[in-house]
């Protein structure tokens, strides 16, 4: 029996080439049962007519289909469905369930209610996305990462792509950040103290659950990075928010006991201080005098286009009191998720068994193309890319600004790629934030980045990594509008 060419048609949203598209069009109706064993499918003449496509590309997708045994070539008779093809589930699909467990009852633990906002999925869309750690594919290096990709996939590194690392890590990956990236921050580290983790916020994760219990106190900036802060709320630990200034973080105003301090020294999320030599010094001591570890994220320090950055915190540290976070995802890209923990030998133990219990390792392939983007120099390209034009985007960011007469609350002084604002004190960036969007234009409202029941909802962040030069100031026009409209209503915080 031939199967009729008219049951065969592509979807018309599907992903992937044509090869592709028609290998699984044939492949689902084999599982789904549309298509039975031993029946004859259309010639590849036929097909290749029906649906407007090239006859090579139909007989590729027949042969690949072959090779895995969904389909039979049949001497001068064409393609048959195989007699060994996966047989479609023999039960029908289950019923519909009720289900009557009392949640509220039955969960241990809660981990929803944070105050992690999240980012809108279509942010590419808006002509104006002033949102922060998002990829603009104009920079990004695909060729090269591509490249990267595909050796990773080679022979050669069969066995880094298939082993089972249990709780280590690729040893090229390592190499390099020990080798490479953290000499450019002032430190020096051995492989047993560098772990590799999947992205900063894994590694913030895994440090809370190694040094902190009910009993401890654990010291955030305020503002500061809200998902920090949802973990540690989450670890129960008691929570000693400091008020940062223009500085970042004042030892002075540290409690009188703290167990873990979290700070960005280099670059103060969200208000982009940056903690000065001096300071520096000042909040070890102070960390010693109270015997406190101290957790250093120091993210987007490669983004110093308008002056170097100062060497890390970690690499003034000569007690091992200093435990640094790193990553890649914000200079390569956020999807990518990989960042690293560097401490003291004990330490790295304790969170390289924690990580094996949970996930054991990142994907073999994703640290092994890493290493090769790194080492083969891209990485830096990109970097050096990315600050050109970052600088111009800053420039026109400032320019655009200061024509609104837009306040400014902090500014990297050594780059980065965003701006820290603040709003009239009745306007409530949270509740202009729809007509934003609809004028085109995303912000980050400030209010999740603060800690309390009293946060001020004026503040809001502007990032200029997604947004082209040429679209700053169109979109900063617009922001100003809406701002100047929020202000004359008196849109007052509630």
Request: with cysteine.
């Amino acid at each position: 029996m031939a199967i009729p060419v008219e049951t065969f048609f592509l979807a018309p949203n599907a992903q992937g080439t044509l090869q592709a598209q028609i290998q699984q069009m044939i492949a689902q109706g084999i599982l789904s049962g549309r298509f039975r064993k031993g029946e004859k499918l259309p010639s590849s003449r036929k097909l290749a007519g029906h649906l407007g496509v090239s006859r090579i590309t139909v007989t590729l997708a027949l042969t690949e289909l072959q090779a895995n045994d969904y389909l039979e070539a049949r001497d001068r008779s064409g393609y048959f469905v195989s007699p060994n093809a996966p047989e479609p589930p023999a039960f029908g699909a289950p019923g519909p369930v009720r289900d009557t467990i009392d949640w509220s009852r039955a969960l241990g633990r809660r981990f929803t209610g944070g105050d992690t906002p999240e980012k809108p999925q279509n942010w590419a869309s808006y002509p104006y996305p002033f949102i922060y750690g998002q990829t603009d594919p104009a920079l990004f290096d695909h060729a090269n990462w591509r490249h990267c990709a595909l050796q990773a996939l080679g022979q050669k590194d069969f066995k880094s792509l298939t082993s089972d690392y249990y709780d280590q890590d690729d040893p090229k990956l390592i190499e390099f950040i020990a080798r490479h990236t953290l000499p450019r921050r002032g430190i020096l580290a051995q492989s047993d103290e560098i772990l590799v983790t999947m992205g900063a916020q894994n590694a913030l994760w895994l440090t809370a659950q190694v040094l902190l219990t009910q009993r401890r106190t654990a010291v955030i900036e305020n503002p500061c990075y809200h998902a920090l802060r949802d973990i540690l709320v989450q670890s129960r630990c008691h929570l000693a928010p400091v008020d940062v200034d223009r500085d970042g973080l004042p030892p002075e105003a540290l409690p009188d006991h703290a167990d873990v301090i979290f700070t960005t020294p280099s670059h103060q999320a969200p208000t982009n201080a940056t903690m000065p030599l001096a300071r520096r010094k000042a909040l070890l001591a102070k960390a010693a005098e109270m015997d406190a570890l101290i957790v250093e994220d120091d993210y987007e320090f490669e983004i110093s286009f308008l002056r170097a950055p100062l060497p890390a915190l970690k690499s003034l540290d000569t007690e091992g009191r200093v435990i640094y976070v790193g990553s890649f995802s914000k200079s390569i890209f956020p999807g990518l998720r990989l960042g690293y923990l560097v401490g003291s030998k004990s330490f790295i133990r304790e969170c390289r068994a924690l990580r094996a219990s949970v996930l054991r390792h990142p994907p073999g392939h994703i640290q092994r193309t890493t290493a090769y983007f790194l080492s083969l120099g891209h990485y830096d390209s990109l970097v050096r890319r990315m600050s050109q034009v970052f600088t111009k985007r800053r420039h026109a960011m400032e320019a655009a600004l200061a024509d609104h007469g837009l306040s400014v609350a902090g500014r990297g002084v050594f780059g980065g790629s965003s701006i820290w604002m603040r709003a009239p004190d009745n306007v409530d960036i949270g509740q202009i934030e729809p007509e934003l969007r609809k004028a085109g234009v995303l912000v980050e409202p400030g209010k999740p980045f603060f800690y309390g029941t009293d946060r001020p909802r004026n503040f809001y962040r502007l990032a200029y990594s997604s947004v082209p030069a040429e679209r700053i100031a169109p979109g900063i026009e617009r922001l100003a509008g809406e701002l100047a409209k929020a202000e004359r209503t008196g849109e007052s915080p509630s």
